[in-house]
């Protein structure tokens, strides 16, 4: 049987407290296939706890002890991890299965294995066409240097081919076609391939990367935005707060940072310390009433939710990407939300938020949808709500293993039920 968090906060609404968060997981998974690639040239330090990376790092470990390799790799629920790996595992010699979960099995990978099959690499789906899992046999035999792909599509599929290239017989160069969205992540890719002595030129819509050797060197991995973005989140909706996150830096790879200016708007002021950033709490100025979340798809839920508790009517874009991740996170959003009044039309690409009828009820039980930031985006609500109840608690150990013990230590009360 599942165990669900019931989370309330007795005090008076005020929190001071330091959080020191987990590494970041896009990071640190970027880090371990490009140390795998560089056969081990490349270190990692801060190694993510989050339970997508912990897989990811037992798999590359297995397999780097088997030679030549033939084994089921199953990944679970950890979809960058099934994206980097369908990638990396064609350029090893051997045969593998690649899977997951029953949720991975409905998540698409067939244009990553399709561009990986226009250049060379032995691919085939062992159920449905499209989808995990794969039968891959490797070494990858290149009989293509170009590689065209959509720019809307998941970045992760572009910073998977990217990994790749330097240990390919021709190098790799991605065409992109249309609009590239996430951008951010693919430049956190080609600064950490830097990073490890990995150069790129980017010319209009094309990126190439030559084969060359990497460098000894060190990655060290920043901690999570993603998981500061709940903090965010937490300052927002308090009465008065100031949460300190130590080793966040002003300057960071990571998209989710955008996070920092986004919360401006609801009331949140972030200054740079000797130690990392202090969030605090302050006035709402909403001058946006549209959104485009299209380069940071992974705060949408916190912003969307955040947004609706304060009753404000904003429109958003950039929201593609969010119906196939973990969940339907946009169904996911509107079942919910539902539970306090709130709607999220779709019309055009555009989503609106409806707020007109929301109401905080005694207490509300939310549903989780097997998503870690499901869970994570309603808990802060918990400032609102006397009590809220979060099912199948266990799905934060996905990014953020440990966001309940950190809720307790800022001063919530977190009961398992």
């Known amino acids: ?15 001071h407290t330091e959080i020191a968060l987990t590494g970041s997981k896009s990071e640190c998974n ?4 490009i140390s795998a690639a560089s056969k081990g040239a490349v270190k990692v330090e801060n190694m993510s706890i989050a339970a997508d990376s912990v897989t990811l790092d037992r798999i590359l470990n297995q397999i780097s002890s088997t030679v030549p390799h033939q084994q089921t790799v199953d990944v679970g629920p950890a979809g960058t991890a099934m994206r980097f790996l369908t990638a990396y595992l064609p350029t090893l010699p051997g045969q593998f299965l690649l899977t997951g979960t029953e949720r991975m099995k409905q998540r698409p990978i067939g244009i990553l294995a399709e561009a990986l099959k226009g250049i060379g690499a032995d691919i085939s789906y062992a159920e449905k066409d499209g989808f995990p899992p794969l039968n891959i046999t490797g070494p990858l035999a290149q009989s293509e240097g170009l590689v065209k792909i959509k ?55 094309n990126i190439s990367i030559k084969p060359q050797p990497f460098k000894a060197a060190t990655l060290l ?9 709940y903090w965010y989140s937490i300052a927002c909706l308090a009465e008065n707060a100031s949460i300190s996150l130590p080793y966040l830096k002003e300057k960071s790879l990571q998209g989710d940072s955008r996070i920092r ?29 549209i959104l485009d979340l299209k380069d940071c798809p992974d705060l949408a839920q916190t912003i969307i939710v955040c947004a609706a508790a304060l009753k404000k009517n904003l429109f958003f874009t950039g929201l593609e990407t969010l119906k196939i991740k973990e969940t339907d996170r946009i169904k996911a959003l509107q079942n919910e939300l539902a539970k306090i009044g709130v709607t999220l039309n779709e019309d055009n690409l555009v989503y609106t938020l409806n707020c007109e009828g929301l109401h905080f009820p005694d207490r509300v039980t939310f549903s989780t949808y097997e998503d870690h930031r499901m869970a994570m985006a309603f808990a802060p609500l918990s400032l609102l709500i006397k009590e809220v109840v979060l099912e199948e608690m266990d799905v934060v150990e996905k990014s953020y293993p440990d966001f309940w013990k950190d809720l307790r230590k800022a001063g919530f009360k977190v009961e398992v039920i």
């Not at 970027?30 to 296939?33: D, E, F, P, T």
């Not at 991995?221 to 973005?229: G, K, L, M």
């Open 1 to 15: 049987m599942s165990k669900h968090a019931l989370v309330s906060f007795t005090g008076n609404t005020e929190i």
């Open 30 to 33: 970027r880090a371990l296939i």
């Open 151 to 205: 720019g809307d599509i998941s970045s992760q599929y572009i910073s998977a081919l990217l990994m790749i290239a330097p240990t390919l017989e021709q190098g790799l160069t991605l065409q992109i076609e249309g609009e590239l969205t996430s951008l951010p992540y693919v430049k956190m890719t080609l600064n950490m391939l830097e990073e490890a002595g990995i150069s790129h030129t980017w010319t209009g819509n």
């Open 221 to 229: 991995v920043e901690p999570d935005w993603s998981a500061a973005s």
């Open 261 to 289: 200016s986004i919360m401006t708007a609801f009331g949140v002021q972030t200054a740079t310390t000797a130690t990392g950033i202090t969030l605090s709490s302050s006035a709402t100025d909403f001058s946006d009433e």
